[in-house]
């Protein structure tokens, strides 16, 4: 039975949401009932410093995403 938080693709079931490494990069997605945009945050190697926040786009009733 396919759960509402998991997503099916040729290799099984993975995550719908949360830091998924695909293929071709890293994959974020979220959802929230209220937001209206979102980012995520790329930390330096040492955890300390934001080296980057990069926006998710709209997927749809309340799911944000972003492939890097």
Not at 37 to 60: C, H, N, P, T, Y
């Amino acid at each position: 039975e396919r759960h509402h938080l998991m997503t099916e693709g040729a290799a099984g079931y993975w995550p719908r949401f949360g830091a998924t490494v695909t293929d071709s990069g890293i994959r974020f997605a979220a959802w929230s009932g209220t937001a209206e945009r979102m980012w995520v945050s790329i930390f330096d190697a040492e955890g300390k410093a934001e080296a980057d926040r990069l926006e998710l786009q709209r997927e749809g009733d309340g799911g944000f995403a972003l492939s890097v």
